[in-house]
């Protein structure tokens, strides 16, 4: 057979994992100014106020519980402060990086057709908000859904059935973490989809959930690596950064230690946020290119500009 045109980051043919991981540094290369520079800018600001969270709120908490941890050590009450502030911060760093695999998607879907999308371009995308609703919605369900199991638990445990309470426990934190997986790659698509579709919100979401149909074990098994690559990657920029800020700053709620552990998460973010994205984006082609035929149309968009 003829080889694939190929007029941007990928061959337009159904890939293999060699080629999404390749096409997904391509996607990085092809566009650093939205790639890095827009991605760097929104995790900055994210963890910038992520930050003053952290240390306010952490400073008022650590300042509540000196008085009843006095004896409990040096520094406990800053340890337990900061990871109350964490927790405050995390929804916000959590937002960021849900907008920006939304518009980072917009820019791997050009750089496949071999053009650049500019930074107004993509800031210009409103469908983000439909995915930032998507996933607020389905953080939702997920809450509730352990919610009810640890409920249950608290209820059987006060009613003296210890047993039952701990078969709950067990039984149920393992049904939840195989129903999280499973409804999360069958949701992997729904942000590519909302992007790039143009369809009201709830349509697409059924039609990425019926994409994902027969592609399950596969989808999965992409994702899993790549989060495992880029979670080394992030622990090869994180570790020695909070070893070094321990070590200079041993109060973890000091500026100078909020500004290297910060430094240190911009610096990660920005590789995952970005890498993620373009995974996402590139499986959503293929997937269509696979069920669908995309790869003609992309072809005959790709031979009309050309």
């Known amino acids: 057979m003829p080889p694939a045109v190929q007029p941007g980051i990928i061959p337009l043919r159904p890939l293999n994992l060699g080629?999404?991981?390749?096409?997904?540094?391509?996607?990085?290369?092809?566009?650093?100014?939205?790639?890095?520079?827009?991605?760097?800018?929104?995790?900055?600001?994210?963890?910038?106020?992520?930050?003053?969270?952290?240390?306010?709120?952490?400073?008022?908490?650590?300042?509540?519980?000196?008085?009843?941890?006095?004896?409990?050590?040096?520094?406990?009450?800053?340890?337990?402060?900061?990871?109350?502030?964490?927790?405050?911060?995390?929804?916000l760093t959590a937002l960021a990086t849900t907008v920006l695999t939304g518009l980072l998607i917009v820019s791997v879907s050009r750089s496949v057709l071999g053009r650049t999308a500019t930074i107004g371009e993509v800031l210009r995308q409103r469908r983000v908000w439909l995915v930032v609703a998507f996933s607020l919605l389905v953080g939702l369900a997920s809450v509730l859904a352990v919610g009810l199991?640890?409920?249950?638990?608290?209820?059987?445990?006060?009613?003296?059935?210890?047993?039952?309470?701990?078969?709950?426990?067990?039984?149920?934190?393992?049904?939840?973490?195989?129903?999280?997986?499973?409804?999360?790659?069958?949701?992997?698509?729904?942000?590519p989809a909302l992007m790039l579709e143009g369809r009201a919100m709830w349509p697409t979401v059924r039609r990425a959930w019926v994409l994902t149909r027969g592609s399950w074990w596969r989808l999965f098994g992409i994702y899993l690596l790549v989060s495992i690559l880029v979670g080394v990657a992030a622990s090869i920029v994180t570790f020695p950064v909070g070893?070094?800020?321990?070590?200079?700053?041993?109060?973890?709620?000091?500026?100078?230690?909020?500004?290297?552990?910060?430094?240190?998460?911009?610096?990660?973010?920005?590789?995952?946020?970005?890498?993620?994205?373009?995974?996402?984006?590139?499986?959503?082609?293929?997937?269509?290119?696979?069920?669908?035929?995309?790869?003609?149309?992309?072809?005959?968009?790709?031979g009309a500009d050309g």
Do not use: H
């Open 19 to 91: 080629e999404i991981l390749d096409g997904a540094f391509r996607a990085i290369r092809a566009n650093p100014k939205v790639m890095f520079g827009l991605a760097a800018i929104v995790v900055s600001v994210a963890v910038l106020v992520g930050a003053v969270l952290e240390w306010y709120v952490g400073g008022l908490i650590a300042a509540a519980l000196a008085g009843d941890l006095v004896d409990a050590g040096i520094g406990t009450t800053q340890l337990l402060g900061s990871s109350i502030g964490t927790l405050v911060s995390q929804p």
């Open 149 to 191: 199991v640890a409920g249950g638990v608290v209820l059987l445990a006060r009613a003296d059935q210890v047993g039952a309470a701990v078969a709950l426990g067990v039984v149920g934190s393992i049904v939840l973490f195989v129903a999280l997986v499973w409804v999360g790659v069958r949701t992997l698509l729904v942000p």
């Open 243 to 302: 070893i070094v800020a321990g070590l200079a700053f041993p109060d973890v709620l000091s500026f100078g230690y909020l500004a290297l552990v910060s430094l240190g998460e911009v610096v990660s973010l920005t590789l995952t946020t970005t890498f993620m994205a373009a995974t996402v984006a590139l499986l959503y082609i293929d997937v269509r290119m696979r069920r669908e035929g995309l790869d003609v149309e992309l072809a005959r968009a790709a």
